[in-house]
């Protein structure tokens, strides 16, 4: 059992025995298999037996070496608890997790058991788990005083590509955050209104019309419109079809465990699948330029322009071609699937809470024609339904960071190089901050003077704040780019679809990765004039 200790912030930690007796206790089973492994090396007659048994002895010896510097960290307080169990049954164990949708109840379990911060391991990398709102205000603030760096696993840093806004840290990073950060600020993005929303609207009535069920995949070939008319005013259904088809199999390399292009793996198939993708951005871009010089009105009022012609204070071009490439296909993954995500969760929501559903249909009735940014960032029932939605199932579970030189925090001593894995999906279900955190309930973001409002359920925390008692955009420097876009995008969807039909779900599937949420099959008819 962990010793307990009630002072806030204590300068030393417990130690959490439990965990120190793990890796005694692993450290005497791969003696004993060094021994034996020795002992047999020595007696064999076989070279090939001898070296065999040579090497598993010499694993088992570094084996036992590992061990006894985590007993040795544990006892200095540089690693928080947590059951780092023994290698490839872990691995078995945290596939089986995700595979059964059982990584809620593990988080849940682990946080019941440790606190807010533990450490965990997998395919040998150890690193701290940390989700309560304290955890990530300090890993936000190192962020931003360049004490930490992005640290996602090396299959993910290849996929998104050496380029990408994502991958960066240090000066670079802050020079293509400043090239960006204006054309994704609120006001800019409502310049994609217009277009939003007709593409919306068409799109919801080639669902309707079809008088059938569609599968949540449409989403993210609706995802790639928006992107499309955004960048270019029109719609190539051939491109859009074609980079649908190599995303999905470029998401396949997510899940990857090794970063080797060995032939016929989901991982050298996602790369490939990346390079058709880099082969398509080449066209977009040419395509972009031809019709677009840099002194046009859509070169200055679109992302894809700023992307393409952007300078620094210096008058210089910020992105080489190959960066361009990254940053876009990082741009047309973060609309694909967090999209999709976002729009099946918030239906398969609204269709397990009726009065949420009806709630937002008779206030969504009420907007203007055109719709308006200002009605829509002032609706209420809108807003809540979103933020509740995404406080459920946040479509991204959590990010990585790795600290560039030793830090502390709650008593314990983080060494350079140490990795935290901050988890969304801790801090939105952590029962301190959200009351029945468990169930769906939009009127917890409601304002005070909303007839629907209800102090019970109440958490007092403002969305749009976005910090880390509501961090579903991440936060520090690396805080997502693209949220007001994707609040918007989200807002005009829920507003079209909930003005102008009723919708009907059937068999949800949750999902936890590449994006967590759910997967949903719907249809639409339209409601009657009133």
């Known amino acids: 059992m962990c010793e307990k200790n009630n002072k806030f912030n204590p300068p030393a930690p417990p130690t959490c025995w439990s965990s120190s007796v793990e890796h005694i206790i692993k450290a005497t089973v791969y003696t004993y298999i060094c021994h034996r492994s020795i002992t047999h090396a020595i007696d064999s007659v076989s070279p090939y037996s001898t070296t065999t048994y040579?090497?598993?002895?010499?694993?088992?010896?570094?084996?036992?070496?590992?061990?006894?510097?985590?007993?040795?960290?544990?006892?200095?307080?540089?690693?928080?608890?947590?059951?780092?169990?023994?290698?490839?049954?872990?691995?078995?164990?945290?596939?089986?997790?995700?595979?059964?949708?059982?990584?809620?109840?593990?988080?849940?379990?682990?946080?019941?058991?440790?606190?807010?911060?533990?450490?965990?391991?997998?395919?040998?990398?150890?690193?701290?788990?940390?989700?309560?709102?304290?955890?990530?205000?300090?890993?936000?603030?190192?962020?931003?005083?360049?004490?930490?760096?992005?640290?996602?696993?090396?299959?993910?840093?290849?996929?998104?590509?050496?380029?990408?806004?994502?991958?960066?840290?240090?000066?670079?990073?802050?020079?293509?955050?400043?090239?960006?950060?204006?054309?994704?600020?609120?006001?800019?993005?409502?310049?994609?209104?217009?277009?939003?929303?007709?593409?919306?609207?068409?799109?919801?009535?080639?669902?309707?019309?079809?008088?059938?069920?569609?599968?949540?995949?449409?989403?993210?070939?609706?995802?790639?419109?928006?992107?499309?008319?955004?960048?270019?005013?029109?719609?190539?259904?051939?491109?859009?079809?074609?980079?649908?088809?190599?995303?999905?199999?470029?998401?396949?390399?997510?899940?990857?465990?090794?970063?080797?292009?060995?032939?016929?793996?989901?991982?050298?198939?996602?790369?490939?699948?990346?390079?058709?993708?880099?082969?398509?951005?080449?066209?977009?871009?040419?395509?972009?330029?031809?019709?677009?010089?840099?002194?046009?009105?859509?070169?200055?009022?679109t992302i894809m322009g700023r992307l393409i012609y952007g300078k620094d204070k210096d008058n210089n071009r910020v992105m080489t071609r190959d960066e361009m490439k990254d940053n876009i296909l990082n741009l047309i993954f973060a609309g694909h699937d967090t999209t999709y995500a976002s729009i099946s969760t918030l239906l398969y929501h609204l269709s397990e809470n009726k009065d949420a559903m009806d709630a937002l249909a008779a206030e969504v009735s009420t907007l203007s024609d055109p719709l308006t940014a200002d009605e829509l960032r002032n609706a209420p029932v809108l807003n809540a339904c979103i933020h509740e939605s995404w406080r459920c199932d946040p479509p991204v579970a959590g990010s990585f960071r790795k600290a560039v030189k030793e830090l502390q925090h709650k008593g314990y001593s983080f060494g350079a190089g140490s990795v935290f894995n901050f988890s969304i999906l801790m801090a939105t279900t952590d029962e301190k901050l959200y009351k029945s955190h468990e169930k769906f309930e939009m009127r917890r973001f409601l304002p005070k003077d909303h007839p629907l409002y209800s102090s019970d359920i109440d958490s007092g925390i403002d969305p749009f704040q976005g910090r880390s008692s509501y961090p579903i955009f991440g936060g520090g420097t690396h805080v997502c780019l693209g949220k007001a876009f994707a609040q918007l995008e989200l807002r005009v969807l829920a507003a079209r679809l909930l003005k102008g039909y009723k919708v009907e779900v059937r068999n949800p599937e949750k999902v936890y990765f590449p994006v967590n949420g759910w997967n949903i099959e719907f249809k639409l008819t339209k409601r009657k004039s009133m």
């Open 54 to 301: 040579a090497l598993a002895g010499i694993y088992a010896l570094w084996m036992v070496k590992s061990e006894l510097d985590l007993i040795l960290k544990r006892l200095q307080r540089k690693l928080p608890p947590g059951y780092l169990g023994f290698p490839i049954l872990r691995e078995i164990e945290f596939i089986r997790t995700i595979s059964t949708g059982g990584i809620m109840k593990s988080l849940q379990e682990k946080r019941t058991k440790y606190g807010t911060i533990f450490t965990q391991s997998f395919f040998g990398a150890t690193s701290i788990v940390a989700g309560g709102q304290d955890d990530l205000n300090w890993i936000f603030n190192n962020d931003r005083k360049a004490l930490t760096e992005v640290a996602w696993p090396p299959n993910i840093v290849m996929l998104l590509g050496p380029g990408a806004v994502a991958n960066q840290t240090g000066k670079y990073h802050r020079v293509l955050r400043r090239l960006l950060e204006p054309y994704f600020a609120p006001r800019f993005v409502t310049n994609y209104l217009k277009c939003m929303d007709e593409t919306t609207s068409d799109e919801l009535e080639s669902w309707c019309e079809a008088g059938k069920f569609h599968s949540s995949e449409v989403f993210k070939m609706y995802a790639l419109r928006l992107f499309y008319v955004s960048a270019f005013g029109n719609v190539d259904e051939e491109m859009i079809a074609s980079l649908h088809d190599d995303f999905k199999q470029w998401l396949g390399g997510f899940m990857s465990l090794t970063t080797k292009q060995i032939p016929g793996t989901s991982f050298a198939e996602a790369m490939k699948a990346r390079d058709r993708i880099l082969d398509t951005v080449d066209v977009l871009i040419d395509k972009f330029m031809s019709e677009n010089p840099e002194d046009s009105e859509r070169a200055q009022i």
